[in-house]
């Protein structure tokens, strides 16, 4: 068995072909592990762009890549893709996060006309993985791969930052210090239809209180200061998506927010609570005696 660590750099462009913007691979940057986890091999290609006619500003000084690079590869996507698929055999594909996979697919889908990779047998969201490892379960923000390295004690530098090979050496050992059998089975889809439905699945947040999906024994909060329930004041209103509605606390003697939003993915629905003060009023001023005169009165 072999893992391949697979990180991408795209650049956005205008595609007047099917009229809309695009994601056009600029960089693979990839490293096979063995079944002992050992870094084997690396593969890293630069891919000169078809679509893009420049580098977007943003894209250039965060991957330090220009154009005349970019050119002078002389490797269009589908000669770097067949080099990646000899690179890739049979091993299991794995990424920080899914975006690099998604945008696999729609470069592969403009140059083959298809909406599956043939050759993807296994896939591991390793950011989702490295989550679960660390018990990391923020709902409100997904663990970045500088963050996870940062908390597990692996150097490195920003610099180097935002180079595919570089990015995908740094998952590469995120994964080897938090690498568990049985956590690991748990995460690896086979890449059937279910898996690209799932993975084209775009989560929304459900804005209708009728909606079947919402779980009302969810619409609860205890306050975050005693723990105590906390009782509703005021009906549910939705404001961004997201439901919320005034509590109190008798035992804190303190009203908050509650903020409530249900997230619908392919295969769950995620609920995510946050608690928001409410400041007091300020009492307004005091209009002065109007029997008081002053000197300025005469």
């Known amino acids: 068995m072999t893992y391949i660590v697979l990180d991408l750099e795209f650049n956005g462009a205008y595609c007047k072909e099917n009229h809309r913007f695009f994601n056009e691979i600029i960089e693979f940057g990839a490293v096979k592990l063995d079944e002992q986890l050992n870094m084997v091999d690396n593969f890293s290609v630069l891919v000169t762009p078809k679509i893009s006619k420049k580098l ?3 894209v250039s000084k ?3 890549i220009n154009m005349n690079e970019l050119k002078a590869s002389h490797s269009g996507f589908t000669e770097v893709l067949e080099d990646f698929k000899t690179f890739l055999g049979d091993g299991t594909l794995l990424s920080w996060g899914t975006s690099d996979v998604l945008v696999l697919m729609e470069n592969y889908r403009y140059y083959y006309g298809g909406d599956e990779l043939p050759f993807l047998r296994a896939y591991c ?3 989702s993985y490295c989550e679960d490892a660390l018990d990391y379960h923020d709902r409100s923000r997904q663990m970045g791969l500088s963050a996870c390295a940062a908390q597990l004690g692996i150097g490195y530098e920003d610099g ?6 570089t990015d995908a050496e740094l998952t590469s ?3 080897q210090k938090l690498f568990d059998p049985e956590l690991y089975e748990k995460h690896v889809d086979n890449c059937d239809e279910t898996f690209y439905r799932k993975i084209t699945f775009k989560n929304y947040n459900i804005h209708d209180i009728r909606d079947p999906e919402v779980d009302r024994k969810q619409m609860f909060f205890n306050c975050d200061k005693c723990g105590r329930k906390a009782l509703r004041k005021s009906k549910w209103r939705v404001k ?3 439901f919320r509605a005034r509590f109190h606390c008798f035992r804190c003697r303190r009203e908050f927010e509650g903020r409530i939003t249900f997230k619908k993915c392919f295969d769950s629905v995620k609920v995510i609570k946050r608690i928001a003060e409410i400041s007091p009023r300020k009492p307004k001023n005091k209009l002065s005696d109007p ?4 000197a300025s009165d005469n």
């Not at 180097?160 to 090979?165: C, D, E, S």
């Open 160 to 165: 180097n930052l935002h180079r595919a090979l």
């Open 173 to 175: 050992l995120c994964f």
């Open 125 to 127: 969201n390793l950011q």
């Open 56 to 58: 977007n500003s943003h």
């Open 62 to 64: 965060l991957t330090h």
């Open 291 to 294: 029997t008081e005169i002053t």
């Open 240 to 242: 961004n998506k997201t």
